[in-house]
């Protein structure tokens, strides 16, 4: 298979020389057409003065050896019987008769006749003019004629240096040709190299072509095609290394939920044994056991709802159920409940009557999980305020880091990676989910080992 470059050259040099050819052939024709329109016409002014001077003449065979002499035409005159009664360039009596000749035939219609043909007694191409005059009351024909030999050489000639001059053209063409040939064979080199650069993920090669406007275009459409491929490659990257994060995070919440479920389970276990094992056992202990496997019943069932919301929360499939609420007695519930999971713990609320048009069930969520994370992580009284349209979790514990600021509200991030709370990594990040579905977001401000402040805004979801 030929390389560009080659197939340019080979393109090039036929098409140079099909137009050369055609040129040639063309100018041939051309020229010979012209050179034989200017004989005509030198023939036929020949043919007019010699009629000035025919009447004047006595002897025609010597008039037309003097012509002939002068202008080296050969001159034939013929009578009106086609008899050639005088010729300057051969032996009248040998010759044919000319009455049916075409250039005698052709000047009874015309001024002047013309005609090229071979001429069988001189063996060469001959130009023929005739005009038919009228000399000492007969009609006699006049008809001068010119070898084309001498001017087809001249054309020869001329068509040769022609030729000379078009070879060096081809050669010259062939040259810069080559030349061209050669930066395109560059520019295509520089393109090679940096794809293959590419295709071995070197993101930085350099590509510097110099010819060439097109090759130009393709190369900054190649540098373009690389930002491309490089950002793709470092979104891969970092896609990669979330997928290992959230897998490891998953592995240790899975880990956690099995360590989680074996402390209720076991429970269950050994209540339910104790109560098959001792069937006299009181009927206080008895209904002290059954409670207890009961609330730890209660415990699993709480946990794996956490779970079938956790994997909502991944799929983004929940939906909300707007109803028109009191925000006010919402949070007292909240309050009161959680009141009796931390007895030793006092919840301060500080809010108004504030009637909203929300998800109850979604908003009741947010509310546990903040204050429910904020007696976790301190010790002190927990504050939950609504005012100005803003509700606030307030508490004095061991507050976030910094670092971790941005985390928290992530899918399965927990702060301590070996703590386990059942709220399977996901409460906050339930939270702002849940939030922003209600067109409001998730604050926070914290200062470590001073405590922290979750706050998010009602005013979305007021009813007006």
């Given at each position: 298979m030929l390389k560009i470059h080659q197939i340019f050259i080979i393109?090039?040099?036929?098409?140079f020389v099909g137009t050369l050819f055609v040129t040639s052939l063309i100018s041939y024709i051309a020229l010979k057409?012209?050179?034989?329109?200017?004989?005509?016409?030198?023939?036929?002014?020949?043919?007019?003065?010699?009629?000035?001077?025919?009447?004047?003449?006595?002897?025609?065979?010597?008039?037309?050896?003097?012509?002939?002499?002068?202008?080296?035409?050969?001159?034939?005159?013929?009578?009106?019987?086609?008899?050639?009664?005088?010729?300057?360039?051969?032996?009248?009596?040998?010759?044919?008769?000319?009455?049916?000749?075409?250039?005698?035939?052709?000047?009874?219609?015309?001024?002047?006749?013309?005609?090229?043909?071979?001429?069988?007694?001189?063996?060469?191409?001959?130009?023929?003019?005739?005009?038919?005059?009228?000399?000492?009351?007969?009609?006699?024909?006049?008809?001068?004629?010119?070898?084309?030999?001498?001017?087809?050489?001249?054309?020869?000639?001329?068509w040769s240096k022609l030729f000379l001059v078009f070879l060096i053209v081809v050669v010259l063409a062939f040259y810069i040709s080559k030349r061209m040939s050669a930066r395109i064979v560059y520019d295509i080199e520089q393109i090679t190299v940096f794809l293959d650069?590419?295709?071995?993920?070197?993101?930085?090669?350099?590509?510097?072509?110099?010819?060439?406007?097109?090759?130009?275009?393709?190369?900054?459409?190649?540098?373009?095609?690389?930002?491309?491929?490089?950002?793709?490659?470092?979104?891969?990257?970092?896609?990669?290394?979330?997928?290992?994060?959230?897998?490891?995070?998953?592995?240790?919440?899975?880990?956690?939920?099995s360590h989680e479920f074996k402390n209720p389970v076991a429970s269950i276990i050994g209540y339910a044994q104790t109560l098959q094992e001792d069937p006299d056992i009181s009927p206080k202990i008895r209904e002290k056991f059954l409670s207890k496997i009961s609330s730890n019943g209660d415990k699993i069932s709480q946990m794996l709802d956490r779970l079938a919301l956790s994997v909502k929360l991944e799929n983004e499939d929940l939906k909300l159920e707007t109803k028109r609420f009191n925000m006010k007695t919402l949070c007292e519930e909240v309050v009161s409940n959680l009141s009796l999971k931390?007895?030793?713990?006092?919840?301060?609320?500080?809010?108004?009557?504030?009637?909203?048009?929300?998800?109850?069930?979604?908003?009741?969520?947010?509310?546990?999980?903040?204050?429910?994370?904020?007696?976790?992580?301190?010790?002190?009284?927990?504050?939950?305020?609504?005012?100005?349209?803003?509700?606030?979790?307030?508490?004095?514990?061991?507050?976030?880091?910094?670092?971790?600021?941005?985390?928290v509200t992530a899918k399965f991030y927990r702060v301590k990676k070996n703590t386990w709370d059942n709220s399977m990594g996901i409460g906050l990040a339930m939270v702002s989910y849940i939030l922003k579905m209600h067109n409001s977001n998730l604050e926070i401000k914290s200062k470590f080992a001073e405590g922290s402040v979750f706050s998010f805004s009602i005013k979305e979801m007021l009813k007006k």
């Open positions: 393109k090039f040099l036929v098409l057409s012209i050179i034989i329109d200017h004989n005509e016409n030198h023939l036929e002014n020949a043919i007019i003065l010699m009629e000035l001077d025919l009447e004047k003449v006595d002897d025609l065979d010597a008039y037309a050896s003097n012509v002939n002499k002068s202008t080296e035409l050969r001159v034939t005159i013929i009578d009106d019987d086609g008899v050639v009664i005088a010729e300057s360039s051969a032996e009248k009596s040998t010759m044919d008769n000319h009455g049916s000749r075409y250039e005698i035939m052709q000047a009874n219609k015309d001024k002047f006749s013309h005609i090229t043909r071979y001429s069988k007694t001189l063996k060469v191409d001959f130009l023929y003019v005739a005009k038919k005059f009228s000399y000492k009351d007969k009609k006699i024909y006049i008809r001068l004629s010119m070898s084309l030999a001498q001017v087809m050489s001249d054309f020869y000639s001329l650069e590419i295709s071995n993920k070197n993101y930085n090669a350099i590509i510097k072509t110099k010819y060439f406007y097109e090759f130009l275009q393709i190369s900054l459409m190649l540098k373009n095609l690389v930002k491309k491929l490089s950002s793709r490659d470092k979104q891969k990257r970092k896609y990669t290394a979330k997928l290992r994060l959230m897998n490891k995070q998953r592995n240790d919440i899975l880990s956690a939920i931390y007895r030793n713990r006092e919840i301060i609320l500080e809010a108004s009557n504030t009637m909203l048009e929300a998800d109850k069930t979604m908003i009741e969520l947010v509310l546990i999980n903040l204050v429910d994370n904020a007696l976790k992580y301190s010790e002190m009284d927990v504050k939950v305020i609504l005012k100005d349209d803003v509700l606030s979790v307030i508490d004095k514990g061991i507050g976030i880091q910094e670092e971790h600021l941005d985390k």
